[in-house]
Every structure is written in C-alpha cells, then in structure tokens.
C-alpha cells in the first residue's frame, strides 16, 4: 500500500504560481511513477502531468505544457507540481496518484493509489 497527502493548493490570481506537494508513505516510493490529475467543477478528471519512478521522464497534457513542471525527491518521498502562469480555467481539485507501475499512464484507471486532493483556484 502507498498512502499519498497532497498540500499546497489554495486561492491564487490569475498569472500566480502555485506549488503542490504530495507526500508518500507505505511501499517503497521510489518503486512507483507518479501522475497529477485535476477535476473541475462539473467536469470529468483530466490527466495533467506524470513522472516515472526515476525521475527521468515526465509528460504534460498540452493544456499545461510550459506552464507546470513536475518533479520529485525520492529520499523524502515527495513529488511536487510547479504552476506558474496560472488561468482561471486551472481551478480544479487536485490529485496526485501512483500506478503499479515504474512507468506513466495517461488514464486514471491505471493508478491505483489516490490522495484526497487539494483544490486550486484561480481568480481573474
């Protein structure tokens, strides 16, 4: 089992920076790749950005590309997500999750083990 705990969301302007956080317990972190996935009000989860279990790849929906960065320290546990040039159309909840998996998914259904989210949003 892998326990996630997202922080770090909040109410920001439009053009601000943000940066989640997502702590992990439980199996070896290091063993699993990670994915941020943002739901809106009304709408259905969207992936956001991914990294594998290393660190040495990452993907970014093209809604995000340039704007989020996606990271991790293994030693700590930890995985971040750096937003910056923040839109209204970013305000979502948050979520960061593991599959199975030394790799990335771009699906939901893949990842299975969930934080409970933080939500994020962005006034114009």
């Known amino acids: 089992q892998v326990q996630l705990v997202e922080s770090g969301g909040g109410l920001v302007q439009a053009g601000g920076s943000v940066r989640l956080s997502c702590a992990a317990s439980?199996?070896?972190?290091?063993?699993?790749?990670v994915g941020w996935f943002r739901q809106a009000p009304g709408k259905e989860r969207e992936f956001a950005a991914a990294?594998?279990?290393?660190?040495?790849?990452?993907s970014y929906a093209d809604s995000v590309k340039g704007r989020f960065t996606i990271s991790r320290d293994n030693a700590n546990n930890m995985v971040y997500l750096q937003m910056n040039s923040l839109k209204p159309e970013d305000t979502a909840v948050y979520y960061c999750?593991?599959?199975?998996?030394?790799?990335?998914?771009?699906?939901?259904?893949?990842?299975?083990?969930w934080g409970q989210g933080t939500q994020v949003t962005v006034s114009s």
């Open positions: 999750a593991a599959p199975r998996s030394a790799r990335y998914s771009y699906t939901g259904a893949d990842y299975v083990y």
């Open positions: 439980g199996r070896p972190f290091s063993w699993y790749a």
């Open positions: 990294i594998t279990s290393g660190g040495g790849s990452t």
